[in-house]
């Protein structure tokens, strides 16, 4: 069920109303039912994978927890073994597989494996990843085991953030689940209030943007470099609305019910260096990774050459996280291999330190959406065709035809570039403000016919303005 469809909009109210009409005791029953509903209209037989996540992840940690010595590594192994396990089948199986024939066949060898046509289950890399930092804190010593099953399995599938995150962890959300929540009306407004701004950013900018991106990158030699370089930085501003836009509505919804999700994105376009992007884009995968991969690596324990070492290993594995292809981890290893250079740089000339604050936010835009190319094309022969294709046809710029062709060849009006460009600044100078101070007690002390008025605009823009076509958000995928 997408957050941006009518289902949707009928199914959120409806769970909600329920929510604070039920009796305190049941009220995560009724949750575990909606969320399983939610992810059952998908596909409904992939549910059994939760299941199985479930009760794998409930039994190691109750049996980490009672055991001691190697007893506890057995279990442990055993939880990772089983969630790695199926990501590994359902995810990964037909990318080794299809690397390891064609690795034969140029050794002049002959390796058919059989072929996987199953579906790639709808959020499996967020719940794995969130259940396995469940186990691995209970084999820490961080928390003890949830003794109750039910609320443990809503932790693993509570609706707002099952299939596109935010990665909570288990000290943060379980807690929550289990603290009672009365019907609060300015927290509910407060909600609603995020929801719409994700739809908005979704609706109006991504889906509209993806338009432009899809068009020029499934022809990239037949555009010429101004031309890709418009798309590129029109798929930045896509999946940046997108996923954000995701989180926004994630977010605002478990908001509603009382329950508060970690932030995930802090104005990343922002960023003045590799290693600050990613303080700032998809926050939560960003500390899973340092906490349960970097860390155990020896972090910044090790020597220069350890910690690059390690830096590597931690993005190629966030590369491969996001999909099983050679251009993420191609894109992952651009951005290790970027934060290793960062301190190389300043570490032989410290003055790059000092450089203007603007310059280094710049810098830091255009390698990101470098690595963006990667991120987007199909492979890496296209990854590498857009590169090289940026390089050519910047005399056209000089034309007095150039940005009425390029519209065309972005398969855009000129009314739709405007409002995405008015969009688009909309965005970062809300993002700008809510940097200075907190938006939401300041907009729940306006005046109620101020508020109104913005609401009424916003649902208006939304309505006139955003695209109707129901497509996934771009990390359903992942």
């Known amino acids: 069920m997408l957050f941006n469809s009518m289902p949707f909009c009928l199914y959120f109210p409806a769970v909600a109303g329920v929510y604070f009409l039920a009796p305190e005791r049941w ?55 089983a969630n790695l396990g199926l990501l590994f089948f359902f995810k990964y199986y037909n990318f080794f597989r299809d690397s390891l024939g064609a690795g034969a066949r140029s050794a002049g060898l002959s390796l058919e494996l059989p072929y996987s046509d199953f579906l790639l289950p709808l959020g499996i890399s967020f719940y794995t990843f969130q259940t396995l930092s469940y186990t691995i804190d209970v084999y820490r010593g961080e928390r003890a ?64 943007l993806a338009v432009a991106v899809e068009r020029v990158y499934a022809e990239p030699g037949g555009h010429s470099g101004p031309v890709l370089l418009l798309a590129t930085l029109a798929f930045g501003y896509q999946i940046y609305c997108d996923f954000s836009g995701y989180s926004d509505i994630a977010i605002g919804a478990a ?12 104005r990343p376009y922002a960023a003045s260096s590799i290693r600050d992007f990613w303080r700032r884009w998809h926050m939560t995968l960003s500390a899973w990774f340092r906490d349960y991969v970097y860390v155990p690596l020896g972090g910044n324990r090790n020597s220069a050459a350890g910690w690059a070492a390690a830096i590597l290993v931690v993005f190629a ?6 999909g ?32 203007p604050h603007a310059l280094k936010v710049a810098l830091t835009f255009s390698a990101v959406h470098v690595g963006w190319i990667f991120f987007r094309a199909a492979d890496l022969g296209e990854a590498l065709e857009v590169v090289s294709g940026l390089l050519g046809g910047w005399g056209e710029v000089a034309e007095a035809t150039f940005w009425g062709a390029a519209v065309r060849a972005l398969g855009l ?7 995405v460009c008015v969009a688009v600044a909309v965005v970062e100078a809300v993002q700008y ?6 938006l939401q007690p300041w907009f729940r002390a306006q005046p109620v016919a101020l508020r109104w008025a913005a609401y009424t605009a916003i649902f208006w823009t939304i309505f006139l303005a955003g695209v109707f076509r129901q497509t996934e958000f771009y990390y359903f995928v992942f």
């Open 317 to 322: 594995a966030s590369g491969l996280w996001h």
């Open 433 to 438: 403000a809510g940097s200075r101070a907190a």
């Open 27 to 81: 009220r995560w029953a009724w949750l575990l039912a909606a969320s399983y509903g939610f992810y059952m209209a998908w596909e409904p037989g992939y549910v059994a994978l939760l299941w199985i996540s479930t009760a794998v992840d409930y039994v190691a940690a109750r049996r980490i927890a009672a055991s001691s010595g190697g007893a506890r590594r057995v279990w442990l192994g055993a939880s990772l073994t």
């Open 145 to 208: 085991p949830e003794r109750h099953l039910g609320y443990f399995a809503l932790y693993v599938c509570f609706f707002p953030q099952l299939v596109a995150g935010p990665i909570e962890r288990a000290s943060r959300l379980l807690p929550q689940l289990r603290r009672a929540h009365a019907f609060d009306y300015d927290r509910v407004c407060d909600g609603l209030r995020l929801m719409a701004w994700g739809f908005f950013k979704k609706m109006v900018i991504a889906d509209r």
């Open 324 to 355: 099983a292809n050679w251009t993420f981890l191609v894109w992952g290893l651009i951005h290790g291999g970027l934060l290793i250079a960062e301190r190389g740089a300043v570490a032989v000339a410290p003055g790059l330190a000092r450089i």
């Open 255 to 266: 908001r509603v019910m009382g329950v508060g999700l970690s932030p995930n994105f802090n």
């Open 413 to 419: 009006g000129w009314g739709e570039v405007v409002l």
